[in-house]
Structure formats: structure tokens, C-alpha cells
């Protein structure tokens, strides 16, 4: 168990449709990173939130967008969903300067 | 930008076998390396990390990966493997701190009896 959270461990929806993916960090870290897992990608860095600031975007649609809340928890929104952004979602938290990441045991999203 | 080249898509030994998966990257400046393993249907965990010193690092499972630096190379090792291995291994380096990591596309390695 890495400490890091995510809820729902499994997400079934339509495409068009619009869900909220959501992670706790560890205790303490104050960094919490999106990324995308898919076959064909593989596993690709989305965006970054160090203590409510965005801190880095990568890879990551228009469509999508996220947050950091004051309790440091994190919520992915993804939007106008395409069959393609079935995908397995991880989050990842570290706290210092070594750049440590641990990571949450993901959100698996399948669009129908 | 950074880059990560895992040269095995797919690695199948025998029980007790060696075992050493490729990793290059691309970035002159000061890296942090790592490998994670990601066991069937679970989240990745990490193996080991590089940031300095020692370029030979031991982490955990008797897994070990050496860092050379004038290859730009991060390669796992390990030197008898399990059933319990089969999984799959990404390399991964990131510029230190809190910055993104970037990743392999994975070596997926299959033990069998």
C-alpha cells in the first residue's frame, strides 16, 4: 500500500458523458501528478499540482482539466468523453526535492 | 524533451534464469532515475531509484540496476529470477524535485517453470 488513494477503482460510462476522477496524496506530499495508462501510449504524464498550483501540463487534452483542493486532494475531470480515453488513470504523490513518486493503485475508465 | 527507450518489448526465462532489461534515456542534465514494477492488475511500486553516488544501487526483491552515465544507460538486473517476477518493468527519469516522470514503454516479462 503506497498511501496514495483513488476512487472509483472502476468507472464505466458513454461516450459525450463527463466523470470526475479523485486521489489523495500521501500524508505530507504536497505534489500530486495525473497520468494515462493505454496500450497503444503507454503510460504518459498528464498534468501536475504542487500545493494548489499547477506546476506542469503534459500530454493532457483540452477536454480535461484538474484541481488541487486546500486538503491537497486532487480531482481529474475528464469531459466530452471519446472512446478513445478508455484508459487505466494513475495518480502519484511525492513530497520532496528527490522526486520520489508513489502511486495510487488507479482508476480504470472504459467509455462504451 | 526527455526520453526513455526500453529496448525489450517482451522477455520470457526459465525459473532461475538472469535476468537484464535495456534502459537509455535522453537528457544531458542531471537526471533521477527509476525502475517500478507493475505486477498483473495492480499499480506500479517502485523497484529502485538513482540520484546519486553509487552508480550500482540494490532495491528491493534482489533486483539491482546500475547507472552509466556515459551511456546514458539504467539497466535492471537481477541474477535468478521467479515465477513471481512476471510482471511488467518500466524505466522511468525525471529532472530531480518535483517534476513529471517520464517513462519507457514498459518490458514485459513472463517466468516460467
Known amino acids: 500500500d503506497s498511501g496514495v488513494t483513488q476512487t472509483p477503482k472502476h468507472l464505466i460510462t458513454a461516450t459525450g458523458q463527463r466523470v470526475t476522477l479523485r486521489c489523495s496524496p500521501r500524508?505530507?506530499?504536497?505534489?500530486v501528478y495525473w497520468y494515462q495508462q493505454s496500450l497503444d501510449q503507454g503510460l504518459q504524464f498528464l498534468i501536475q499540482?504542487?500545493?494548489?498550483?499547477?506546476?506542469a501540463k503534459g500530454n493532457i487534452l483540452e477536454r480535461f482539466s484538474a484541481q488541487q483542493f486546500p486538503d491537497l486532494h486532487s480531482e481529474l475531470n475528464l469531459s466530452s468523453l471519446e472512446l478513445g480515453d478508455s484508459a487505466l488513470y494513475f495518480c502519484?504523490?511525492?513530497?520532496?526535492?528527490?522526486?520520489?513518486?508513489?502511486f495510487g493503485p488507479g482508476t480504470r475508465l472504459t467509455v462504451l | 524533451a526527455q526520453s526513455v527507450s526500453q529496448h525489450n518489448h517482451h522477455v520470457i526465462l526459465s525459473e532461475a534464469a538472469s535476468l537484464e532489461l535495456g534502459c537509455n534515456y535522453s537528457?544531458?542534465?542531471?537526471?533521477?532515475l527509476f525502475w517500478y514494477v507493475q505486477y498483473p492488475g495492480q499499480h506500479l511500486q517502485l523497484l529502485l531509484k538513482?540520484?546519486?553516488?553509487?552508480?550500482l544501487v540494490k532495491g528491493i526483491k534482489g533486483f539491482e540496476a546500475e547507472f552509466i552515465k556515459s551511456k546514458f544507460s539504467f539497466n535492471l538486473r537481477k541474477p535468478s529470477v521467479q515465477w513471481s517476477d512476471t510482471a511488467e518493468y518500466f524505466c522511468?527519469?525525471?529532472?530531480?524535485?518535483?517534476?513529471?516522470?517520464?517513462f519507457g514503454k514498459g518490458t514485459r516479462l513472463s517466468v516460467i517453470a
Open positions: 502519484a504523490s511525492s513530497q520532496g526535492r528527490l522526486g520520489e513518486q508513489f
Open positions: 500524508s505530507g506530499d504536497l505534489s
Open positions: 499540482y504542487y500545493n494548489g498550483e499547477e506546476r
Open positions: 537528457y544531458g542534465g542531471t537526471v533521477n
Open positions: 538513482y540520484f546519486s553516488g553509487d552508480p
Open positions: 522511468a527519469v525525471n529532472r530531480g524535485g518535483n517534476t513529471p516522470l517520464v
